[in-house]
């Protein structure tokens, strides 16, 4: 297993957040955006397959999920999908086959799109014994719920909330940054713990599962209710209690819905922050909290792994069954396929 | 072979209208037309395959083009391109693998994404010993010509000029008719040949191909003009006019750039209306002027034919080479693949 990161240049991020969150969008704009990341995703995978070619690696089938641009689950009406990166463009520069566009093969069978990784974990990380919660820290935070394989219960899973998302929007304003590296600047303040329990009490978070959600509603919009409440609060504090709050909406997650799991593995960009680790532990006391790497799946690359094992099974035409994860009322093979 | 066609229901066309001409969209709107356009033809779709079942004709494969609603060709540059109605719903509805999405892929092989119809052209009209010329009038008139098997020279495609455009919206303004049925009035009336002429003096009709053309060059100011030197003339008169400026377009088109085709076969919209046959194949005195017919295939469903020839490219793995309709600079598989 090989993986690697790279980041968006400056202007195509600042192209994303405008096509992401504009409700009126240039049609013009959002069409050449979708050629342009098609085509970076296309040579950064050329790229990536070269070098794992020096690794005495080859590469027989390509990935891709795109970039989310707009996500709108309607919970047993019709959602609606759009992650871009034209996927031609992949096929054509690598030269190699492409399946993507995995979530809109979900709506399709009346699924909400999201979330899909759980699908990976139960394949991954299910135990005959021990009730496991696989918690992926992305923008979003979601996490799947494995009871142990003999059980009777099924595995579920749903969005907690917020992932890294606040935390990131927050350091990029208040410290120009886009991360918190570790959760250093966290580590460094006080939690305003009024802010943390108001926030909770978003109803989002009393929903019962499946449930997913996104940047229309853990976006600008929360972002900026939470910091009138801190309108006297350092930038440190400020961080400290977005990160609490993070935190704290992840263990109410588990408490709530699964309070028999007594493993928690963590991935994601979240799993390398290791105060918010460090608080997770703290909140859920009596579990073992940890990251995938423990079971040797690197945590930054588990969700690049999804969407290798969806492309597999498009490629083997074998269908997977996402009822309990999405809502999709059958098995369905997922994305499409792009030939080079 | 079977065919048929189905209607929008005006509140879709509506919104495809709108969607289509709006430089700025709702975004939210786009995903939701896109689904429920792709919804529709699910259901479309899956009644077709009933009524083909019930002539004992079983359906393999789904082809979908989708509707376009943006299309921003640049020769030499980054073109792009949008068809919607998502065929995810299409393969989930009918249960049967769906491809679609053709136009992009030629995009991203480098070509301006159409006109795609002369590879089907090509493969099956190209005759052993004639040059032939297919001409397809829809709204604008585009040919492809067609060398005898065996010749050094390769096919080649053009848009020749105005098809039914000028005439529908004519009929439109003069007699509150969308099209003129068969060309009955068209036959009635005397035509203004100096009106004629002059139309053809427009400087596209001298220009060699490759070229293409729309509405920007042949819709309202070109038929203004026409209308201001037939100021006396009766309506009928003018449909018999402005069918012969048709007419003499594309003849004129045949006799200039390939004056050795010898059989021209018509196809599209403009192929059931035998007054425009007839003066077609007086102005081509000499030359064979029939509809695809003649060769047993209907010319109503030449383009839906194309769909399904592309989508079974796709599943074959075999590639297309467009670089002399296109400019694809090399030969690509068209298309994605959709699985139920």
Chains 1, 2 share one sequence.
């Not at 240039?26 to 790229?47: I, N, P, Q, S, T």
């Not at 609490?244 to 408490?255: H, K, N, Q």
């Not at 390398?272 to 995938?292: C, D, E, M, Y």
């Amino acid at each position: 297993m090989k993986g690697a990161s790279y980041r968006y240049p400056p202007d195509l991020s600042q192209r994303i957040i405008k096509a992401s969150e504009a409700d009126f969008v240039d049609g013009v704009e959002w069409l050449e955006l979708d050629c342009d990341l098609g085509k970076l995703f296309g040579k950064l995978a050329r790229r990536f397959v070269s070098s794992a070619a020096g690794d005495s690696l080859s590469v027989d089938l390509i990935a891709s999920h795109g970039q989310t641009i707009r996500h709108l689950p309607h919970p047993g009406g019709p959602s609606a999908t759009l992650q871009i990166g034209e996927p031609s463009f992949i096929a054509s520069t690598t030269q190699l086959p492409v399946v993507a566009d995995f979530r809109r093969s979900d709506i399709a069978a009346g699924g909400e799109g999201a979330p899909l990784s759980p699908i990976l974990h139960e394949y991954l990380f299910r135990d005959p014994r021990r009730w496991r919660a696989v918690v992926n820290i992305g923008g979003i935070a979601n996490a799947t719920i494995l009871p142990p394989t003999g059980s009777k219960q099924l595995p579920s899973a749903a969005d907690c909330g917020p992932g890294n998302m606040l935390i990131d929007s927050a350091m990029q304003v208040l410290f120009g940054l886009s991360y918190d590296r570790n959760g250093r600047i966290a580590a460094q303040g006080r939690v305003i713990s009024e802010v943390v329990d108001s926030s909770l009490r978003n109803p989002y978070f009393g929903r019962k599962p499946p449930k997913s959600t996104g940047r229309e509603l853990f976006g600008r919009g929360f972002l900026e209710k939470i910091m009138q409440g801190m309108k006297r609060a350092s930038p440190r504090d400020c961080i400290a209690t977005i990160t609490e709050i993070t935190v704290a909406s992840i263990a109410d997650f588990i408490l709530r819905i699964c309070p028999a799991v007594d493993e928690i593995l963590l991935c994601g960009g979240g799993a390398k922050n290791s105060h918010l680790i460090g608080r997770l532990s703290a909140l859920l006391k009596g579990k073992t909290v940890s990251t995938t790497a423990r079971l040797g799946y690197d945590p930054d690359y588990i969700e690049a792994f999804l969407w290798a094992f969806l492309a597999f099974r498009f490629i083997g035409q074998n269908p997977i069954n996402m009822n309990s994860y999405t809502g999709a009322k059958g098995p369905y093979i997922p994305g499409k396929l792009c030939l080079p």
